[in-house]
């Protein structure tokens, strides 16, 4: 099973490879909305991961309003592109834009994490239309994508496959052995984005267990890499434009995107502690003061 | 470069392994799924040659992907394959799939209830001298214990080519737990199979044999010697572990007055301890004894040695049904 996906070219994406400043707008709105959501959902919870979803806002937004093919309403689809979370602390981000694509009711999202809702920390595909693949324990995402790529090669389907890396996710062997095997394997429906923002759990990811040279691991396994700032909506979604206009990609994608833990809100931002916490209502109208206000 | 032809009693891993009948049976009931329309997807990890799935490859190059020596990475992929709508089977040794993919395998493929089908084989002490690293004799005990998991132990091949047939209209995630492939067949070809359903031998009033997997052979060869010998034995098939045919148990367990459970495991949450979980809560009056690895790391050696030290061969098995009578009387 050697031989590249090749399909024709997509319509859709040709020939506006750059996003317009109205486009650009949208997505940062999208960004914003995603932190404003989780804030409000956390409330609920009273326990959450605030800065790991801060940091792919813009990953979140580009992908579900820009990269990603989508059909309102129709989460089963079979030609979606899909999208799956290595670093699946980060789906109260996800849920909202979920919601807002009418995979299911927005009145769920009100009862995040309470008994018998189906919305939890980390995404379950069985309970939650609209989520391609559970998660929650770091490490297998990579893999499950491959195994939805080489499924749509033999089913004839040339979705795309996302999958969101933790930088911390780096550490895990199985991400590396799909590495080698996507690589392997010649997937090029296969777009991996690594949030590099830099903190895990236990403090800076540098400090716990070095992962740098990332681009460089990447390069050595094989992979097509691609390094960006992660919170610039416009670059990331004129890259994301550009892999998905070229229809004879024969590597996997690696997009590196340099981001910033928490970004958005000042003192999350310089605290690393706020991996996961909880806002008093004070300092969550604070929180979203600021993000309101924002660029990012 | 030329060589000598090579003396006829040296071999060599691939050509012995391709000409085992035991292992086409695999390959060939994969084969069957796809011509009759299933999507069918097939990997496995290093051990095409050891599995037979070789086969499969060559018939069908679009539907195999080696995987290399990455089974977590296979198990999680094949989560991926089902849920993108094909059909996979990956097969690699017991061991490795239970206890190397054992999270793989609950979070990725049983908790989102995918129809992965999971091929663990020579499972048991069946790797003989390679050792316990290559054992599996706690696979079906961590298996059974995973929600939503169906876990089948097939006796033969014709039996694993019937359950794999009959998994194409199976909705779940299935482990399937089967020996190297040169075990002697039980059945005929056209096996019939049915999740969940025990494959009653005999009946008896005396002892009832209930057998897993690659034990029903050396069981049923029990079963004539005792019955031979007057004693109104009796055997049951439990391919099925999850979910367990409790009601063919609790039948056997209100005639006869002993159960004996046998299965190439350890006693301890295997299929012996499925049938005392049921047994013990429904009162049953039968004496329960299992019968398998005590507990204990295999010693090493060649397979058919290890059977008759733990008393898993026919002759083992036998013996330890009249031990048990003699107990009880």
């Known amino acids: ?296 | 470069m030329t060589s000598a032809p090579l003396d006829p009693q040296s071999w060599q891993y691939r050509q012995i392994n391709a000409r085992a009948p035991g292992l086409g049976y695999l390959s060939n009931a994969l084969t069957s799924l796809v011509e009759a329309g299933h999507p069918v997807m097939a990997g496995t990890a290093d051990l095409q040659y050891s599995n037979g799935l070789v086969r499969f490859a060559e018939r069908h190059p679009e539907r195999f992907v080696q995987f290399g020596i990455s089974e977590q990475n296979m198990v999680s992929a094949a989560a991926g394959m089902a849920a993108a709508g094909a059909m996979p089977f990956v097969a690699t040794f017991a061991s490795f799939l239970a206890l190397l993919c054992c999270e793989q395998i609950r979070t990725d493929i049983a908790y989102s209830a995918l129809p992965v089908r999971l091929i663990g084989h020579h499972a048991g002490i069946a790797l003989g001298f390679y050792g316990t690293s290559h054992h599996a004799t706690e696979d079906l005990a961590i298996m059974r214990s995973i929600a939503d998991l169906t876990v089948v132990a097939p006796a033969d091949g014709p039996q694993l080519a019937a359950a794999i047939r009959a998994s194409a209209d199976h909705p779940r995630p299935i482990y399937f737990r089967i020996g190297r492939g040169q075990e002697p067949n039980v059945y005929a070809e056209d096996a019939p199979f049915s999740f969940g359903k025990a494959i009653v031998h005999a009946e008896g009033s005396d002892i009832v044999l209930i057998a897993c997997g690659t034990l029903v052979h050396p069981a049923r060869a029990a079963l004539q010697s005792l019955r031979a010998a007057g004693i109104d034995a009796g055997l049951i098939d439990m391919p099925t572990i999850k979910p367990l045919d409790e009601e063919a148990i609790l039948a056997a367990a209100g005639r006869a007055r002993i159960v004996l459970t046998l299965e190439e495991h350890n006693i301890l949450g295997g299929l012996g301890g499925a049938v005392a979980e049921v047994m013990a809560e429904s009162g049953a009056r039968a004496r329960l004894v299992r019968h398998g690895i005590r507990d204990e790391y295999s010693l090493i050696a060649p397979p058919t040695h290890l059977y008759r030290h733990y008393r898993l061969d026919a002759d083992g098995i036998e013996a330890v049904a009249r031990e048990a009578l003699n107990r009880l009387s």
């Open chain 1, 1 to 296: 099973m050697t031989a590249p996906l090749r399909t024709a070219a997509d319509p859709s994406s040709a020939g506006k490879l750059v996003p317009t400043a109205a486009e650009i707008a949208r997505l940062r709105e999208r960004a914003r909305f995603v932190r404003l959501e989780t804030l409000r959902l956390i409330q609920i919870a009273k326990v959450g991961h605030y800065t790991s979803v801060f940091s792919c806002a813009e990953i979140f937004a580009v992908l579900y309003y820009d990269a990603m093919r989508l059909k309102r309403g129709e989460p089963a689809w079979p030609d979606r592109d899909r999208f799956l979370m290595g670093k699946g602390h980060a789906a109260v981000g996800l849920y909202p834009l979920l919601a807002d694509w009418d995979f299911f009711g927005k009145d769920l999202l009100d009862g995040y994490t309470r008994l018998g809702n189906p919305l939890g920390d980390h995404p379950d595909m069985r309970k939650v239309p609209g989520v391609d693949f559970s998660s929650g324990s770091i490490g297998h995402a990579l893999s499950g994508g491959i195994g939805m790529a080489l499924a749509g090669r033999l089913l004839k389907r040339d979705f795309d496959v996302y999958v969101l890396l933790g930088d911390g996710e780096m550490q895990e062997g199985q991400v590396w052995e799909a590495a080698l095997s996507a690589a392997h394997h010649r997937i090029g429906n296969l777009i991996a984005i690594v949030d590099r923002n830099g903190y895990q759990l236990d403090g800076n990811v540098d400090d716990i267990i070095g992962v740098e040279p990332l681009a460089g691991k990447w390069r050595a396994f094989g992979w097509d890499v691609h390094e960006v700032d992660g919170h610039d909506a416009a670059a990331l979604a004129g890259l994301l434009r550009r892999l998905k206009a070229d229809r004879n990609r024969d590597r996997p994608v690696c997009v590196i995107a340099r981001t910033v833990k928490g970004k958005g809100v000042s003192y999350m931002e310089t605290e690393p502690g706020w991996h996961l916490g909880y806002l008093s209502p004070d300092d969550e109208a604070r929180a979203a003061e600021e993000i309101a206000r924002g660029d990012a």
